[in-house]
């Protein structure tokens, strides 16, 4: 939704004014002589780059899979097992339908007693009360940065931010196509898309593993306040 800036010229006036100069109307973005983020993993593949997330992942205290499509179902029923089962939230999201999935989530988990509530933006309470008790939670990336081991998530009315967080398990699946080497291709990937005129989402969270802390004597507490355990499930094949 578009909205309305009020007396926008009258404000940044007169912080002009303030500074001491001339309003800037027109800012010429300044071309750098060296610009090392760019000659991070510069020549990498995309095996590479798997290679490389695969590694930071122990750095981050998070489990690591390696699948295709063929295989993800049964993988995603296992990390799921191993977690201990249900109940489980997740995004309502096409590509879950796309990556064959909608046999695991719709038939094969109901009739093991695993409880799956997919979001509807229509019940927010409902929403939220799902996602607090959840066992696991499943998101799908779109962008991970090999370098640090996130994944973005863009938000969406049927992608709530709560089903990454509030779950006490995090499951993201990533596509391996969605792999970059750092946070410069992925901030150059959103401005992209502002500048085609394409609606980006109102939240887009970066997300390394489960939630920690080093806030005290910087010893690192992991699981402090969101999932406690996370696992990245990386699909070939898209």
């Not at 499509?69 to 191993?82: D, H, I, P, Y």
């Not at 910087?218 to 499930?233: C, E, N, Q, R, S």
Request: hydrophobic share 40%; with cysteine.
């Amino acid at each position: 939704m578009n909205g309305m800036i009020q007396n926008r010229e009258a404000f940044l006036g007169k912080i002009a004014n303030r500074l001491g100069r001339d309003r800037k109307k027109v800012v010429k973005r300044p071309e750098w002589k060296f610009q090392p983020q760019d000659e991070v993993l510069k020549n990498a593949t995309q095996n590479d780059l798997v290679d490389v997330l695969r590694e930071q992942c122990k750095n981050i205290h998070t489990n690591f899979v390696l699948t295709n499509l063929a295989e993800l179902s049964g993988s995603l029923k296992e990390v799921v097992n191993n977690y201990g089962g249900g109940p489980v939230v997740s995004w309502k999201d096409e590509r879950f339908a796309q990556y064959g999935l909608g046999k695991l989530m719709d038939e094969e988990w109901p009739q093991d007693g695993i409880g799956l509530h997919v979001w509807d933006h229509t019940k927010k309470e409902v929403n939220i009360d799902k996602a607090n008790v959840a066992n696991v939670g499943i998101t799908i990336s779109d962008i991970t940065l090999a370098e640090s081991g996130t994944a973005v998530l863009f938000s969406s009315k049927d992608k709530g931010r709560t089903v990454s967080f509030l779950p006490a398990n995090s499951v993201i699946i990533i596509p391996k196509s969605s792999i970059v080497p750092r946070m410069t291709q992925a901030a150059r990937l959103i401005r992209e898309k502002v500048k085609s005129g394409e609606q980006v989402a109102s939240c887009i969270n970066f997300i390394t593993g489960p939630s920690n802390s080093a806030d005290i004597e910087m010893i690192l507490v992991v699981g402090v306040h969101g999932p406690i355990k996370a696992t990245y499930i990386v699909v070939e094949d898209l």
